[in-house]
């Protein structure tokens, strides 16, 4: 079961996440290392924050599946969906899809899992020792 702190735990990361992510997209210049892969690595821990808020099922599997979601994504891209779909350039779900396909982005998304599972260790180990 979820606890209420978990939720707010989550949600609290998921503000934190989504805060960066704006901040890099508003004022980051690109190109830049920060604006190309930066917030690539993030996305992955911000939908896992998000998803985490409301469900607790297979946690372990949980940052492995939201990795996939980017590859969803990425995959999606590389078939030029949003051309297929009709979406007009600067709408929303252009920006939420994206255009361009990157092997880069498939192994930022890699290192967003990674974050995920280095933080559940880091946590879980200040919840052994304070416990």
């Keep these: 079961m979820q606890t209420k702190s978990d939720r707010i735990y989550y949600l609290i990361w998921s503000a934190v996440l989504f805060i960066i992510e704006f901040l890099i997209a508003v004022f980051v210049p690109s190109p830049s290392w920060l604006r190309d892969y930066g917030g690539d690595m993030l ?52 920006i939420i899809i994206g255009t361009s396909f990157s092997w880069m982005d498939i192994l930022c998304y890699i290192l967003g899992m990674l974050m995920i599972y280095t933080g559940i260790f880091i946590r879980k180990r200040i919840q052994y020792e304070t416990a």
């Design 43 to 94: 996305i992955i821990p911000l939908i896992y924050c998000l998803v985490r808020i409301f469900i607790k099922i297979l946690p372990r599997l949980m940052p492995f599946l939201m990795c996939c979601v980017g590859f969803v994504f990425e995959i999606a891209q590389y078939f030029h969906i949003c051309d297929l779909l009709g979406f007009e350039k600067g709408s929303v779900m252009r």
